[in-house]
Antibody, heavy 118, light 110 residues
Framework: EVQLVESGGGSVQPGGSLRLSCAASGFTFYNYWMTWVRQAPGKGLEWVANINQDESEKYYVDSVKGRFTISRDNAKNSLYLTMNNLRVEDTAVYYC???????????WGQGTLVTVSS | QTVVTQEPSFSVSPGGTVTLTCGLTSGSVSTAYYPSWYQQTPGQAPRALIYNTNTRSSGVPDRFSGSILGNKAALTITGAQADDESHYYC??????????FGGGTKLTVL
């Protein structure tokens, strides 16, 4: 069974940092692009970042460029999102998602909540 | 800035047919935007319904179908059921590795 389990969320003050992790199992992780998608409370989905299999390609939504870094460790079947200089508007549930066929998102983890507040 | 548009809300009667759309504030949606659709019920993670415009994800009932209608991507639910009451999101490939989700449509079945 394919599983994606996020961790690392929590509460942080504006300007702070967090590192999210996603543990993947049930599929050959190193064969797939991976994605982070977020959802602010009561709002819609927002694509955040993609990474390819060997980390040679990374793409970000404009609002996080220069602050967030997506990375992976294929030996550990893990995906990461390092978030620096966090803002109140970064408050959201962050989902780890497999990016399949280079054009769709499936499956999704259950998400981890990041709250940025003073 | 590219904005992907969806109807904020829609209502359908049980057994009825509804078409949700996914457009662009400027330009037309084509298959080159690789439209895909996702269903999300409250408190749950999204799940994929349709990808590559019109391919159903594994396990998705055939009452869900995708297409291009005019200048928009479309998700049609034929024979709506009570448990189809959800939020539905589309996402489009814009350019240079960037993807943009629509704002989502809240579908009510009543």
């Amino acid at each position: 069974e394919v599983q994606l389990v996020e961790s690392g969320g929590g509460s942080v003050q504006p300007g702070g940092s967090l590192r999210l992790s996603c543990a993947a199992s049930g599929f050959t992780f190193y064969n797939y692009w991976m994605t982070w998608v977020r959802q602010a409370p009561g709002k819609g989905l927002e694509w955040v970042a993609n990474i390819n299999q060997d980390e040679s390609e990374k793409y970000y939504v404009d609002s996080v460029k220069g602050r967030f870094t997506i990375s992976r460790d294929n030996a550990k079947n893990s995906l990461y999102l390092t978030m620096n200089n966090l803002r109140v508007e970064d408050t959201a549930v962050y989902y780890c998602v497999t990016f399949r066929g280079s054009n769709w998102f499936d499956p999704w983890g259950q998400g981890t909540l990041v709250t940025v507040s003073s | 800035q590219t904005v992907v548009t969806q109807e904020p809300s829609f209502s359908v009667s049980p057994g009825g047919t509804v078409t949700l759309t996914c457009g662009l504030t400027s330009g037309s949606v084509s298959t080159a935007y690789y439209p895909s659709w996702y269903q999300q019920t409250p408190g749950q993670a999204p799940r994929a319904l349709i990808y590559n415009t019109n391919t159903r994800s594994s396990g998705v009932p055939d009452r869900f179908s995708g297409s291009i209608l005019g200048n928009k991507a479309a998700l049609t639910i034929t024979g709506a059921q009570a448990d189809d009451e959800s939020h539905y999101y589309c996402v489009l490939y814009i350019d240079s590795g960037i993807w943009v989700f629509g704002g989502g449509t809240k579908l009510t079945v009543l």
